[in-house]
């Protein structure tokens, strides 16, 4: 493609050079450029693309798009130099470049986008059981991974860049698959990583404080996860027709309802809702529910776990039903996914107690997840938790208070620090449960190294309790400083429980 077809739909403030030059790729990395490539200016967070222009413009590259008014030094576009771009805003280029580059997968597939701050990976799992399970191939991309196929990658974000995320929902499109199914963060969204991508079905399942250090106010937040429904959900280039499925028990939700420009079907756990349960019933095996659809009622039985695993379900029951497929074909499908990796995830060898690994690291999560195990267990809940560092402060008092409040015994430990002093955020998630009187708090333990938290926390265990470890779920790392170790709470526990006979 040539750099001048490229630009055609792109609002172009100024151009100079040749534009007939055939570009071998696009990139927005100053260390990915390759001869003939474009590269793209884009000012991150921590880095601004515009400061390696002079360096990549030295190179034989296709030419360069930067977002006016930049001043070039005098020596860069030179006559005979490569293209030179000028747009008004770079970013968004980016992602209208890069889903032209990759002949707009997002037109050749029917896109499900799922956003909202707890309960998208297993909204995201589960509709993929179902779509599957309906005679659609579908590809998948979110926080576990970005799956095409029996293809599996490693996720480096939960919503990936704008041209990985153009380059992979291309592949998807090679590899035959009809339908893809998107997890989309606020971050995705305000940073514009699916601009170029168009939508049939976006899924929104609530809005609870986290990512309060980017967006800083709970209104922002709302603003960026509701532009998924305001800008790309909307009809643009496809025919068809177009879905919100909203969670109406969430008081953002209500008010998404409302400002939604496309037809919208609610879910609730309560009737009156287009999708709603009943005859819940929940144990650690699994769960049981009547949901009832604008096509009529299903009996459904799961393998995931507690109250909040029903809201998810009937959220993809509703993306099932949007594309068509029968009752039959969703409850199916539904009983198929068996599980998620990392949430709500049994970790059995044998023990005569319970270990659930779980993902839970905001404040509704936690809270979700520790009123879950109530629900379903009578004797001790222990449960191992932390907070990342760099991210939101202001949620790791609440987080202590709900443990501490919900749990019997609660061993409070470090997530991933990053570059904090993981004693500080200790100290941050300690001020919430000293906040609460004797009789309120569970019995607290600071034990700031993960594996050794974990091993207090199953020789704390008595037969019938339940070991709750929350904040990390599927991951298989730990950052401290900058550096990522692995570590994965499935396989600590796995390791530890294996030498606990001879130290109980």
């Not at 704008?162 to 998107?182: E, K, N, S």
């Not at 000293?434 to 309120?440: I, M, T, V």
């Not at 938290?453 to 309790?465: H, K, Q």
């Amino acid at each position: 493609m040539t750099l001048a077809t490229l630009l055609l739909p792109i609002d172009v403030v100024s151009t100079t050079g040749n534009l007939d030059v055939e570009l071998s790729g696009i990139t927005d990395d100053s260390r990915e450029v390759a001869q003939g490539s474009l590269f793209v200016a884009v000012k991150g967070q921590q880095v601004d693309g515009h400061a390696f222009v002079t360096q990549v413009y030295r190179q034989q590259i296709g030419g360069v798009v930067v977002q006016a008014p930049f001043q070039a030094p005098p020596h860069v576009r030179k006559q005979g130099g490569p293209a030179w771009i000028e747009v008004e805003d770079s970013r968004k280029a980016l992602g209208q470049l890069a889903a032209r580059f990759f002949q707009h997968p997002s037109q050749a597939l029917c896109m499900v986008g799922v956003t909202g701050t707890n309960g998208k990976t297993t909204v995201a799992h589960a509709s993929q059981a179902i779509l599957e399970h309906g005679g659609h191939r579908t590809g998948l991309m979110g926080t576990v991974g970005y799956h095409v196929g029996a293809e599996c990658r490693a996720a480096s974000h939960t919503t990936p860049g704008a041209i990985p995320l153009q380059a992979f929902l291309h592949r998807m499109v090679d590899a035959g698959l009809d339908t893809a199914v998107l997890e989309v963060s606020s971050h995705a969204l305000a940073l514009d990583r699916v601009e170029g991508c168009e939508f049939d079905v976006a899924v929104f399942t609530n809005l609870t404080q986290d990512h309060l250090d980017f967006h800083e106010t709970m209104e922002s937040y709302y603003h960026a996860k509701s532009r998924l429904f305001r800008e790309f959900v909307v009809p643009a280039a496809k025919a068809g027709p177009k879905r919100a499925i909203i969670n109406i028990d969430d008081k953002w939700g209500v008010r998404l309802q409302a400002e939604t420009p496309v037809p919208v079907w609610t879910y609730s756990l309560r009737p009156g809702a287009d999708i709603y349960a009943t005859n819940v019933s929940l144990s650690m095996e699994g769960t049981r529910f009547t949901a009832h659809t604008p096509r009529g009622t299903v009996d459904i039985e799961s393998a995931l776990v507690g109250e909040h695993n029903v809201s998810n379900l009937l959220a993809s029951i509703g993306v099932g039903l949007t594309r068509g497929l029968s009752l039959e074909d969703v409850r199916r499908g539904i009983r198929e996914c068996r599980t998620v990796p990392g949430r709500f995830e049994r970790v059995d060898a044998g023990q005569d107690f319970a270990v659930i690994v779980d993902y839970a690291h905001t404040e509704d999560a936690l809270a979700r997840l520790l009123e879950a195990a109530r629900q379903l267990q009578r004797k001790r809940i222990i449960t191992v938790f932390g907070c990342g560092g760099d991210r939101d402060a202001g949620k790791r008092p609440n987080m202590g208070r709900i443990a501490a409040r919900r749990s019997d015994v609660v061993f409070l430990t470090s997530d991933n620090p990053r570059t904090e002093d993981p004693e500080a955020i200790l100290r941050d998630i300690e001020q919430g449960v000293r906040g609460l009187s004797a009789s309120e708090r569970a019995a607290s333990h600071v034990i700031p190294d993960r594996r050794a938290a974990i091993r207090a926390a199953l020789l704390e265990a008595r037969p019938g309790d339940l070991v709750l470890i929350a904040g990390k779920g599927h991951e298989d790392y730990q950052i401290i400083g900058t550096t990522r170790h692995h570590f994965d709470d499935r396989e600590v526990v796995r390791e530890l429980l294996a030498g606990l006979p001879d130290e109980k």
